[in-house]
């Protein structure tokens, strides 16, 4: 009885965030927007053999088959709202039933957000003795993932579907905390052909599930027990991720179109960092080329002529060339992040911690390529953040580092909505998510102390001195016109600090000794 | 968790809500020539800019009162004064006399949604807030719960911030003065509500029960002696405040005449549009308008109020608790709403203010109320474009008042108050009323949700075009109207709570 009844909250809750995502339907809308009308116009109106090679948008179909099958299916609603909205020529189009169809199409698909949590609620440890709704660390979990800033700005204002996608990568977590590793595999997997992005956790999935799925015991010092490999369970795993890949891309193998399809899926024509730059090592690596250029042009060490022209902060321009330090390659991120998701995968590899340990292992390797990717979106960001809540509820430490990431990696997205009409929305729902989570985990991990070290918060009250100068004071000064693009590049550096840091502090965590509160 | 943190989300969703709504269309948009509430506001802050004080209120070469004349009082015309200078300072074209008219543009848009957001942080979200945690009852979390709900009532959100217009700012300052008498302050209670009156004609409504608590305090600290120094105290502070705010206008007596017909504007006629009120219903049967002559109708209309209001404020004069005078706010505010002359479907909001004071003491009856007065205004919202932020905010209401404030599980008849009916209708066998009251409620509220499903999805018979209007102001009519009997009984049965008394002294 009294599990049925504790569990009230919950529709209460997902409703709730529902319906604040209804009253975003007129705001702005990025180009994403008109990126998946034309997909739905795209999967709707031509074969399937047409589908990576139409080119009339510029917004070509580039995430992988079943995303298309996934607008495709999409498409068969919108035909009731607009059709018009399905036409491939009909470019740029957004009538109010198109705009309210495609909002409407991320909050339902949003269910599946909504059933991961759930999912993901259940397996959290309860705290015993607690009767107080708001102080249950289900409660917590559920408000910090559903409510999520990041999600509810990217997906619901800016517009794209992660939501839905997230929901896939949570319920897949939650599968691999219930012991359901084959559910979890095959959630991945149907993840990872609707959007690709995910490759970057699939080194954690794939090493946890070779070591702690494919071999049945460890021995008795924690090392794994060769004998005990079971191919049977490999071959499963195999056929699981082998048979979703066929179902996704075997249409287009049979039509040969394979290395067309991988070229839309893989375009490294970009540049190294994103016209505005994710608050990654590479953010602070421009911005110390530039100081040096800056400097040795003033110490007359180098011709301002010789140097390339490239306007770093000029937000337009996508490759450019390094003036002093060397120029960084895909090869040499691909490397870097090779190497800094390496610790963590062989941590999970010699000394497995169940699911808690994949987990963090799952978000080092998010945080890793985060940090060191070739063309990272500050959106990207939100793959280590929700993890990341999980394991904030469970742990202390977790919970300090969780809140210096989610609101430096939150704070970065704001330059994602860049319209006035839209500022106080970002601001107050920052705060509002800011507030709650503070307080929140506080309360949760029950102590006077605070969570955070005195720098750290020294560090986020920073943060409320750049935002009220960005946002605020900046627009208002004569530098607006010399250099427009200077509150992005403090930003992104001084989000960048706070990032580069989590991940270290999240690597030390891995040399942390085994807690109870581990043990599921 | 802490009260502060709990307090400042609620506060943070209410903006956020706020500015979501704030983010549709509103009335009049790209409607010339007369545009809506929207361009009538921008107006008058091109007339108080631009034209001399005296000229305001006045038909000028300058100043054409047809178009959008104003007819506030002197406050509303201040805000607007003040609105343009800000304006000005943006971009001048924003209030430029005569060229401005009809102005619009995103970022003018902006600026208006900004300046209702602003006078809301200022006036009606603090006194929300204090309101509810100062005198209302029960733990920390139903506080809270009350704060939530209040703030996120829809009816006020979509009028403000979708149809646009300035109500929060005189339901504000009026709650400011019922928040200072139940704290005990008279006299900044009064000044606070002069300010409502002369922000908003309309805060009339609630005039008479702040009088009369006001005047039966007075009676009961004894008229000879601190109640006497009471009541000149407070008529001193009534008559400074209206005096400051009229003062422009007092030099000349012909001024002061003209800003008083403008704002009393008789001969506009007993109803306009579709009203949910008395006069407005019964003119389905009787064409009221056609058979009686404008004064007789003023005087048949004004009798009718008189006497409407009558019980609830002699009851409040006889026993001047602030338990009565919430009650006697609702009652004359609805008294006033369904009889008296000239009233405007907005007006709902004046009686929802005061319905939500109540909302932590008769849960459910407030919340069918306020469902209710939302669904009224449904015509206009659909006229406005505003019919996804009205489904939403609507639902939402109605679903997190109802969980928050539990009040489906709080409707005992103790807690309804409902022991006075079984003694009206002694002769029946009796009846589990709190049942009816549940199951009346389920119907009434499918009822709204079919009648807005309808309304928007069917398109009417063609001998009848206003057939879907007419249906909706007739149900929210027979909602008020109840509402309106049923508030009064619970004027008159006994205060049954210690807690509400606790709070009168």
């Not at chain 1, 991961?116 to 607690?130: L, M, P, S, T």
Request: with cysteine.
């Amino acid at each position: 009885m009294a599990a049925v009844d504790s569990w009230s909250w919950f529709p209460a809750l997902a409703l709730g965030v529902s319906f604040l995502k209804c009253l975003f339907i007129t705001a702005y809308h990025s180009t994403d927007f008109e990126v998946h009308r034309n997909w739905l116009a795209i999967t709707h109106s031509l074969p399937v053999s047409r589908w990576y090679h139409e080119n009339s948008s510029e917004w070509t179909l580039d995430y992988p088959p079943l995303f298309a099958w996934f607008e495709l299916g999409l498409s068969h609603a919108a035909r009731h709202f607009d059709p018009d909205m399905l036409l491939v020529e009909n470019l740029n189009y957004s009538s109010p039933p198109t705009v309210l169809f495609q909002r409407l199409s991320v909050i339902f698909t949003d269910l599946m957000l909504i059933y991961a949590v759930r999912e993901c609620c259940r397996c959290v440890q309860e705290q015993k003795g607690c009767r107080d709704v708001l102080n249950r660390p289900s409660f917590v979990l559920a408000a910090l993932l559903l409510g999520n800033f990041g999600l509810l700005i990217v997906d619901h204002i800016h517009f794209q579907y992660n939501g839905f996608l997230f929901g896939f990568l949570l319920l897949s977590v939650a599968k691999h905390m219930q012991h359901k590793h084959l559910q979890g595999a095959l959630l991945f997997s149907l993840l990872l052909n609707l959007k690709h992005i995910y490759l970057y956790v699939a080194p954690a999935y794939g090493v946890y599930l070779l070591r702690s799925y494919c071999f049945t015991h460890d021995n008795t010092d924690g090392s794994v027990s060769w004998r005990s490999f079971s191919p049977l369970r490999l071959m499963a795993l195999g056929g699981i991720v082998a048979s979703v890949c066929a179902l996704s891309f075997g249409p287009f193998i049979a039509m040969g179109q394979l290395p067309q399809v991988l070229s839309r899926l893989f375009p490294f024509k970009r540049g190294l960092c994103h016209a505005y730059w994710a608050p990654n090592i590479w953010a602070l690596y421009n911005t110390l080329d530039k100081i040096l250029a800056t400097l040795g042009v003033r110490v007359r060490l180098l011709q301002e002529a010789e140097l390339p022209r490239a306007s770093m902060t000029g937000g337009l321009v996508q490759e450019f060339q390094h003036s002093v330090l060397p120029s960084i390659t895909p090869s040499i991120t691909l490397a870097c992040t090779l190497l800094s998701i390496l610790p963590a995968v062989t941590s999970i590899w010699l000394r497995p911690r169940g699911a808690r340990g994949f987990l963090r292992c799952l978000l080092l390797c998010a945080l890793g390529s985060f940090v060191f990717g070739w063309h990272v979106h500050e959106k990207a960001i939100l793959m280590a953040i929700l993890p990341l809540s999980i394991l904030a509820v469970e742990n202390r430490e977790d919970a300090g580092i969780f809140l210096v990431l989610t609101t430096t990696g939150h704070y970065s997205l704001f330059p994602l909505l860049f319209t006035p009409a839209e500022l106080p929305i970002k601001v107050c729902l920052m705060l509002l998510f800011t507030i709650y989570s503070f307080t929140a985990l506080r309360t949760l991990h029950s102590g006077q102390v605070s969570l955070l070290h005195p720098l750290e918060r020294v560090y986020l009250l920073g943060l409320v001195a750049v935002a009220f100068a960005c946002e605020v004071a900046f627009p208002l000064s004569p530098w607006q016109q010399m250099l427009p693009f200077l509150p992005l590049l403090v930003t992104s550096v001084y989000c960048s600090l706070g990032v580069c840091y989590c991940f270290l502090r999240l690597h030390a965590t891995l040399l942390r000794p085994d807690q109870k509160t581990k043990q599921p | 968790m802490q009260t502060w943190s709990l307090v400042s989300m609620c506060v943070l969703l209410g903006i956020v809500v706020r500015w979501g709504v704030s983010l549709n269309s509103y009335s009049g948009a790209g409607k010339p020539p007369m545009f809506g509430d929207y361009e009538a506001q921008r107006h008058w802050q091109e007339v108080t800019y631009n034209l001399p004080l005296q000229e305001w209120y006045f038909n000028t070469s300058e100043n054409d009162l047809n178009y959008w004349g104003l007819d506030y009082p002197p406050l509303t015309a201040y805000h607007s004064l003040v609105c343009a200078y800000v304006a000005k300072t943006i971009n001048p074209e924003w209030v430029d006399l005569h060229k401005s008219r009809g102005y619009e543009s995103p970022a003018h848009k902006l600026f208006m949604r900004a300046t209702v957001l602003v006078a809301d942080l200022l006036i009606y979200i603090p006194a929300v807030v204090l309101y509810c945690l100062y005198l209302t009852d029960g733990s920390t979390k139903k506080k809270v719960c009350t704060v939530f709900c209040f703030l996120l009532y829809p009816g006020l959100i979509l009028i403000d911030y979708g149809h646009f217009q300035y109500n929060g700012v005189s339901l504000g300052f009026a709650l400011w003065g019922v928040l200072a008498l139940g704290l005990g302050w008279d006299a900044l209670g009064s000044l606070a509500f002069c300010l409502a009156l002369n922000y908003k004609q309309m805060e009339l409504y609630h005039a008479l029960p702040f009088f009369f608590y006001l005047l039966g305090k007075s009676f009961k600290l004894g008229l000879m002696g601190r109640g006497l120094f009471l009541l000149v105290r407070i008529a001193s502070t009534v008559l400074v405040t209206f005096a400051l705010c009229w003062l422009p206008f007092l030099s000349d007596p012909g001024d002061a005449m003209q800003v008083v017909r403008r704002i009393f504007p008789v001969a506009r006629g007993l109803f306009e549009d579709k009203v949910a009120n008395t006069w407005c219903s019964l003119n389905i049967l009787i064409k009221i308008r056609s058979i009686l002559s404008i004064d007789s109708q003023i005087y048949i209309s004004f009798a009718c109020t008189l006497l409407a209001v009558l019980p609830s404020c002699v009851r409040l004069l006889m026993k001047p608790t602030f338990w009565q005078f919430k009650l006697a706010l609702v009652n004359s505010s609805l008294a006033f709403f369904l009889f008296s002359y000239q009233v405007h479907e907005k007006s709902i909001l004046l009686a929802a203010l005061p319905v939500c004071l109540l909302l932590n003491d008769l849960p459910l009856m407030v919340i069918w109320f306020l469902q209710a007065s939302t669904f009224s205004m449904l015509p206009l919202f659909l006229k406005d474009g505003l019919l996804v932020p009205y489904a939403v905010t609507s639902l939402a209401f109605l679903f997190f008042s109802i969980y928050l404030l539990s009040a489906l599980e709080h409707c005992s008849e103790e807690e309804l108050r409902l022991g006075v009916y079984h003694r009206l209708l002694f002769c029946l066998p009796k009846l589990d009323l709190a049942w009816i009251v549940k199951w009346k409620f389920y119907i009434s509220v499918s009822a709204m949700a079919g009648l807005s499903v309808v309304t928007v999805a069917l398109v009417p018979p063609t001998h009848l075009p206003d057939l879907f209007p007419v249906l909706v102001s007739s149900t929210a009519f027979l909602h008020f109207l109840g509402t309106f009997i049923y508030f009064n009984i619970v004027q008159f049965s006994e205060p049954p709570s210690r807690k509400s008394q606790k709070k009168n002294d």
